[in-house]
């Protein structure tokens, strides 16, 4: 392996964000210690330790959601999906890494049912449970971005917009722009994307430091770390602004979020 291809492995292992304190250590336990990133079975089991006993009903599913990390902060991005189903007069809508479905569930509610939300995840546990406590309103199914077909799932439900709080971290930068760019292949025309895990320029800096280190411990014969499984990665704005731009879409940046600095809607012609 050359110097180059080293360098830029070890970044890619910098980027990848692990679980904190979101997930107990008996969790954490359940998988992650060989894979990279963490795989969707491995995540089922996870969420079903950890969060079972708050799929009861509805009222303890939205309560521990919205005492569950920053959550509550993510009330005001609906505001900007809502405007925007209506400004382009969409009636089906694909949420991509929806996790419990609570926001969409409450997206749902302010729509009246006039327009058909498709929520998507891989991890099973909380699309069966989703399913059992929000189906009156929400429609759950399967989904995870590195093994599934996006255009099979757009085309199967007639999709008109992807919408994905905060999901895209799940994808590294190569993923993101092959996902985007098989999205550009169907009649979809619109994603809303509320990126999370972006920085600013700092972030840009931080990488030119760590690729001076990589290369002395490559010149040093220091092999790969082994580290346990993320279940996201890092991105500068600068790289995001390259996937969109390479997977040829045009971007509308949308008022900066509590919990979302960074906010696009996504169209192309």
């Known amino acids: 392996?050359?110097?180059?291809?080293?360098?830029?492995?070890?970044?890619?292992?910098?980027?990848?964000?692990?679980?904190?304190?979101?997930?107990?250590?008996?969790?954490?336990?359940?998988?992650?210690?060989?894979?990279?990133?963490?795989?969707?079975?491995?995540?089922?089991?996870?969420?079903?330790?950890?969060?079972?006993?708050?799929?009861?009903?509805?009222?303890?599913?939205?309560?521990?959601?919205?005492?569950?990390?920053?959550?509550?902060?993510?009330?005001?991005?609906?505001?900007?999906?809502?405007?925007?189903?209506?400004?382009?007069?969409?009636?089906?809508?694909?949420?991509?890494?929806?996790?419990?479905?609570?926001?969409e569930y409450i997206m749902a509610?302010?729509?009246?049912?006039?327009?058909?939300?498709?929520?998507?995840?891989?991890?099973?546990?909380?699309?069966?449970?989703?399913?059992?406590?929000?189906?009156?309103r929400l429609e759950f199914k399967k989904f995870d971005f590195y093994n599934d077909d996006i255009k099979d799932m757009i085309r199967n439900h007639n999709i008109e917009m992807i919408i994905m709080f905060g999901s895209a971290c799940s994808m590294d930068n190569e993923n993101y722009e092959r996902f985007l760019k098989e999205v550009g292949q169907t009649?979809?025309?619109?994603?809303?994307?509320?990126?999370a895990g972006v920085s600013g320029m700092k972030w840009v800096a931080v990488k030119i430091l760590r690729v001076v280190k990589y290369a002395l411990l490559y010149i040093k014969g220091v092999p790969h770390r082994t580290i346990e499984a993320g279940h996201a990665y890092f991105r500068d704005i600068t790289e995001l602004k390259k996937i969109y731009k390479k997977a040829n879409w045009h971007i509308e940046k949308l008022s900066r979020k509590r919990n979302y600095k960074y906010s696009y809607l996504l169209t192309r012609e």
């Open 109 to 136: 509610e302010m729509l009246g049912g006039e327009v058909k939300l498709i929520c998507a995840d891989y991890d099973s546990f909380m699309v069966e449970g989703g399913n059992d406590l929000l189906g009156d």
């Open 1 to 103: 392996m050359g110097i180059f291809e080293y360098i830029k492995q070890e970044l890619k292992l910098a980027s990848l964000m692990g679980y904190g304190p979101e997930y107990s250590s008996e969790a954490k336990k359940m998988g992650g210690r060989k894979r990279n990133p963490l795989s969707a079975e491995e995540h089922s089991k996870m969420s079903e330790v950890d969060f079972r006993d708050y799929y009861v009903n509805r009222d303890s599913l939205f309560q521990w959601y919205f005492k569950y990390l920053s959550n509550i902060d993510k009330l005001d991005a609906l505001s900007d999906a809502v405007r925007l189903i209506r400004k382009y007069k969409i009636k089906r809508v694909l949420s991509l890494g929806c996790g419990p479905g609570v926001l």
């Open 187 to 195: 009649d979809n025309k619109f994603i809303i994307s509320f990126e």
